[in-house]
């Protein structure tokens, strides 16, 4: 059982609700990261259910009905909800049916949005699978959240862009990662291409200048972050062109406090997210403003 929730951690009036991604916890079991993600004060999670092709196997959470019930018991008890749960990736191999499992487990955690990656070379073909999954959780009220990842045959913020657009779902919108804008060559800008509604949520985190190789690329985005504002990457820019209420969730898995307990991993994330925050509302809050008609 989880235990009760800290209060949420102070934050200006205004401020975005926060999500705690799993990846920022990639060690923990659901029923660890739920607690250690509720005593830090999130305000919601990001929840695997389903391990990444290529990534260490985790128990598969999507299919347990055992598992759902003790992670809706935990949700319960700390006041947390589900922005998402991850990751469906759609292979070459993938048929619609496969999504079934996990848009169970959205269904039951109701969950906001489900997370899904392409790794499938063949767009044409991914897209028609795209598509499927869109008819599928649509009546259920789930939306679709498309990731681009600076290592998936699907790299650019126009890409994902012209591939929610072709299912033909309102209920299908991009995920933004900073890590993956930056490493995929786009920039804060790219964001007004978007139309309204279809940027789901945004992935907050930090990291050097310097981009890897490109076999370094996954490798980074899965173990080397930074915590928000701890890095270079252009994430002022990146907040100044969120719509009002675009939820921010936290996927910042580092290498440095890894070693850490689950809580004290939660509570570094939320800390340095917040203060991030705070120092951007208040340098907003103090830019003069421009006089109407000028």
Do not use: K
Request: charged share 25%.
């Amino acid at each position: 059982m989880c235990r009760a929730r800290h209060p949420p951690i102070t934050r200006p009036t205004g401020m975005r609700r926060l999500s705690l991604a799993h990846l920022t916890i990639d060690d923990a079991d659901p029923l660890a990261f739920i607690d250690a993600a509720a005593q830090a004060g999130f305000d919601s999670i990001g929840l695997r259910v389903v391990s990444a092709p290529g990534a260490p196997p985790r128990p598969a959470v999507a299919g347990d009905d055992g598992a759902l019930a003790r992670i809706q018991a935990s949700l319960d008890a700390s006041g947390l909800d589900v922005l998402q749960v991850n990751s469906f990736w759609i292979m070459p191999q993938t048929a619609a049916a496969d999504f079934r499992p996990v848009l169970d487990a959205g269904a039951r955690l109701q969950a906001r949005h489900i997370l899904i990656v392409i790794g499938d070379p063949d767009l044409g073909r991914a897209e028609a699978r795209l598509a499927e999954c869109c008819a599928l959780a649509e009546p259920l009220g789930i939306g679709i959240a498309l990731e681009f990842q600076s290592y998936s045959p699907v790299r650019t913020i126009a890409q994902a862009l012209r591939m929610v657009e072709a299912s033909g779902f309102a209920t299908a919108g991009l995920v933004v990662d900073a890590l993956h804008l930056d490493r995929g060559g786009g920039s804060p800008s790219d964001l007004a291409a978007v139309p309204a509604g279809r940027l789901a949520f945004v992935q907050l985190c930090d990291a050097p200048a310097r981009h890897p190789p490109p076999d370094g690329l996954r490798r980074e985005a899965r173990e080397g972050r930074l915590y928000p504002g701890d890095g270079e990457l252009p994430l002022v820019a990146l907040l100044d062109a969120l719509p009002e209420g675009v939820p921010l969730d936290v996927e910042a898995p580092s290498r440095r406090a890894a070693h850490l307990p689950f809580v004290e991993q939660a509570r570094l994330a939320a800390e340095a997210t917040r203060r991030f925050l705070s120092a951007w509302h208040e340098a907003r809050s103090r830019a003069p403003r421009r006089e109407e008609g000028r």
